[in-house]
């Protein structure tokens, strides 16, 4: 249903003064992207940004859905309204077992244009992931024989790690 109240004709802004009706139908969308180029975030300190592709008259909401038992919803985003830029500062915890736990969280936004449209399509960015722990080693391994070796022989050893790291200087 479209509720429309026009001037009376001939005054500023009635349909004889003005034919052109647009019916703005389109919602917000969003691109999320983060200060942490990193694809893995460790424990510390995030801001995840949020364009929208309208003007909005009033800040966003963010929501994270994480790993374990704790999850952000509906968090007001900060920017200038109206705008099209929005911040959010996100603090990666360390993983507990439980309530915070390593892995791929979810990101949300909501917004509402200046005509009531309601977006939440977020069309890149609306995932990361958390890396908190520490790799260890999980295996050690060599083909080398059981015996004494010499100064100058060769020794190959295979470290095995719980993921993957970065390059080993030893």
Do not use: C, W
């Not at 390593?102 to 977006?119: E, R």
């Not at 060769?154 to 030893?170: L, Y």
């Amino acid at each position: 249903r479209v509720l429309f109240r026009s001037p009376a004709p001939g005054d500023p802004g009635s349909l004889g003064a003005s034919k052109n009706i647009v019916i703005d139908t389109v919602k917000p969308t969003f691109a999320v992207t983060y200060s942490n180029a990193n694809p893995a975030f460790k424990a510390g300190a995030v801001t995840i940004t949020a364009t929208s592709t309208k003007s909005l008259p009033a800040v966003p909401t963010i929501s994270i859905d994480q790993q374990g038992t704790t999850d952000i919803v509906a968090a007001n985003m900060v920017g200038t309204v109206p705008g099209t830029v929005f911040t959010y500062s996100y603090t990666v915890t360390a993983a507990t077992g439980g309530t915070y736990r390593d892995g791929l969280a979810t990101v949300s936004i909501t917004g509402t244009d200046a005509v009531g449209n309601v977006g939440t399509q977020v069309t890149s960015g609306g995932t990361f992931y958390t890396d908190t722990t520490a790799p260890v080693v999980t295996g050690l391994s060599t083909t080398a024989r059981n015996t004494p070796y010499k100064v100058g022989d060769t020794i190959d050893i295979t470290v095995t790690f719980s993921e993957q790291i970065g390059r080993a200087h030893v």
